[in-house]
């Protein structure tokens, strides 16, 4: 067995690129590049659980995650190969490089998330892997560093005071964080500092699908400036401005890759109504 390594700077938050490289429709993505139709099979990518690396015929690697340190490292053991859904961890040819790792490292320098693979493959594999893995550190930093960008803006006719407490205070937050009647925020927690967390549970009000939606934060600015960073990456800020007798709030966030342009605004900005109607309720 032989150790190849490569590596890619990539400008986004660790957050984005970590996603990218796990979350399933991003990770089917930038496995094309190895294998039209990859996938992979995975309880959550816990450490010491089995993974299966597979093509659209249930052919592929059969491996264990062996470390799995959330935005910083992740470590696979190849045990073996699945055949049409068979495994083998028995013959000869697995016995051959069985044990072999694969890991990825992420670190921040300068401003960028240094993106290193290294892996033990065979000899034989060695010149396939030289041509292909480029190709894949390019299809994930295109991912990550894709940045499109949506806003949505409301004016709230009551004080700063009233629209920051509205806004923060998770009494409130579960009140108003909805976009349509049929769905509501039953719990909300909000830590308001540079790196504190936020998370609100969302949820059908007829029990039929909840989610939480989480982040932390990069900066507060008390009644003028929010950023922060979701849990899949992307990023977000708050603008509130004074404006005559109310407050403009400007909302810009980082698009993601399933729903429609349209529906994501959409959504954001029918949550930023409900907090327009709530908060001037309250006067």
Do not use: C
């Amino acid at each position: 067995m032989i150790k190849i390594t490569f590596s890619a700077a990539i400008h986004a938050p660790k957050q984005r690129v970590w996603y990218v490289l796990w979350e399933k429709s991003f990770y089917e993505q930038w496995t094309s590049l190895f294998a039209e139709g990859s996938t992979v099979k995975t309880d959550g990518w816990k450490e010491g659980t089995k993974v299966l690396f597979v093509d659209p015929n249930n052919s592929g690697m059969l491996s264990i995650v062996a470390a799995n340190k959330p935005y910083e490292f992740m470590s696979f053991r190849h045990i073996g190969m699945v055949n049409n859904g068979v495994e083998d961890t028995e013959s000869e040819t697995v016995k051959s490089w069985a044990g072999a790792t694969e890991n990825y490292t992420l670190k921040e320098e300068s401003g960028f998330i240094t993106l290193t693979v290294d892996m033990e493959v065979t000899e034989e594999h060695k010149d396939y892997f030289n041509t292909t893995w480029p190709k894949a550190l390019e299809k994930i930093k295109e991912l990550a560093e894709a940045k499109t960008m949506i806003t949505v803006t409301a004016t709230v006719n009551v004080t700063i005071d009233t629209v920051w407490d509205s806004w923060t205070n998770p009494a409130h937050i579960v009140n108003w964080n909805n976009a349509s009647d049929d769905w509501h925020t039953p719990k909300a927690s909000n830590d308001l500092r540079k790196d504190g967390r936020f998370t609100f549970t969302m949820a059908a009000k007829d029990g039929s699908f909840s989610f939480d939606f989480g982040g932390t934060y990069t900066s507060v600015e008390p009644k003028q400036k929010i950023s922060y960073i979701m849990d899949d990456g992307r990023v977000a800020t708050i603008l509130f401005e004074q404006n005559g007798g109310g407050v403009s709030i400007t909302e810009t966030f980082q698009a993601e890759h399933i729903h429609s342009l349209e529906m994501q605004e959409a959504g954001w900005q029918a949550i930023l109504n409900n907090f327009k109607k709530y908060t001037e309720g309250l006067i």
